[in-house]
C-alpha cells in the first residue's frame, strides 16, 4: 500500500459562499490539503467556490477523471445553501456509506450536532469522492477517521484483486 499511496492524487474542493468571495479564509480546505500531503499523496487541484448546484457538478465531473480521490468541505448540513451531498449523490456511481457513517459515529462521540451531518462518500469511475463538514475541528477529525483505510480503497478502486482481510 505504500507504494500505491506515494501515486494518490487528490482535489480539494471548499465550498462556502464567504470563502469564494475572500470574506473568510478557507481554513478547512488548508487541512484537509496538508493532512493529505504529509501522508505523501499529492494535491492536484484545490478549489473554492460558491454553494452552486452547477459549479460543484461540473468540478466533480472533471476531476474524478483526473484524480483519485476528492474531497469536499462545506455544504453538508441542513441549511438551504447546503448542497454538497445532493450534488455528490446525483454524480456517484455508487455509494460508500461506511466512510459517512464512520466520520458521523466518531463525531458524535464529540457533539450530538454530528447526527446533522448528511455527508456522503461514494465513487464516480475510478474517484472516491468523500465529503466533510466545513468546520476545521471536524474536518481533522474526519481525516483522522478516513486516512487508513484511503490508500485500500483506492487500490480497490482502481481494480485491485487483493484480499481485504487484514
Do not use: W
Not at 484545490?46 to 474531497?71: A, C, G, N
Not at 464512520?102 to 469511475?125: C, H, N, Q
Amino acid at each position: 500500500m505504500s507504494e500505491l499511496k506515494d501515486m494518490i492524487n487528490f482535489a480539494v474542493i471548499t465550498l462556502s459562499d464567504r470563502c469564494s468571495k475572500g470574506v473568510r479564509s478557507d481554513e478547512s480546505g488548508n487541512i484537509i490539503k496538508r493532512f493529505l500531503e504529509e501522508r505523501g499523496l499529492r494535491c492536484l487541484y484545490y478549489e473554492i467556490i460558491p454553494d452552486d448546484r452547477d459549479t460543484l457538478r461540473q468540478m466533480l465531473l472533471r476531476f474524478s477523471k483526473e484524480v483519485d480521490v476528492i474531497i469536499t468541505n462545506g455544504g453538508t448540513g441542513l441549511s438551504p445553501t447546503d448542497i454538497t451531498p445532493d450534488v455528490t449523490l446525483e454524480v456517484i456511481d455508487k455509494e460508500v456509506p461506511g466512510i459517512a457513517e464512520a466520520i458521523r459515529y466518531e463525531g458524535l462521540k464529540k457533539t450530538p450536532r454530528a447526527m446533522l451531518s448528511r455527508a456522503v462518500a461514494g465513487v464516480k469511475d475510478r474517484c472516491l469522492i468523500v465529503n466533510l463538514p466545513g468546520s476545521p475541528k471536524a474536518v481533522l477529525e474526519g481525516l483522522q477517521v478516513i486516512s487508513e483505510v484511503l490508500p485500500h480503497a483506492i487500490e480497490k478502486i482502481k481494480g485491485s484483486e487483493e484480499e481485504c482481510a487484514i
